[in-house]
């Protein structure tokens, strides 16, 4: 069974910056895709960010230039960068772990005020 706990969200103004981090429990993490999604209020759930097991990076149109997805295999971490954020940015941010199935985080907040 794998577990993902998200952490790093928060409230920040208007071109500021944050950090997520989404720590996975298992033994699949190198193998596997990890992905952040955000859901704002009254929204579906959009992708955002997508690294490989092997490091390819994708990003949404809306974040690139701005979001970095970077992994960790030794400590079982993926995190997101945001850099430059806008009010547009709020939403629940999720982690997504996609190996033989796909596994989802508990979302964490993130507020941006103008």
């Known amino acids: 069974q794998v577990q993902l706990v998200e952490s790093g969200g928060g409230l920040v103004q208007a071109g500021g910056s944050l950090r997520l981090s989404c720590a996975a429990s298992g033994s699949i993490f190198s193998i596997a895709t990890m992905a952040w999604y955000r859901q704002a209020p009254g929204k579906q759930r959009e992708s955002v960010a997508t690294?490989?097991?092997?490091?390819?990076?994708n990003y949404a149109d809306s974040v690139k230039g701005r979001y970095t997805i970077s992994r960790d295999n030794a400590k079982n971490t993926v995190y997101l960068q945001m850099n430059s954020l806008k009010p547009e940015d709020t939403a629940v941010y999720y982690c997504?772990?996609?190996?033989?199935?796909?596994?989802w985080g508990q979302g964490t907040q993130v507020t941006v005020s103008s």
């Open positions: 997504d772990l996609r190996a033989t199935r796909q596994y």
């Open positions: 690294v490989t097991s092997g490091g390819s990076t």
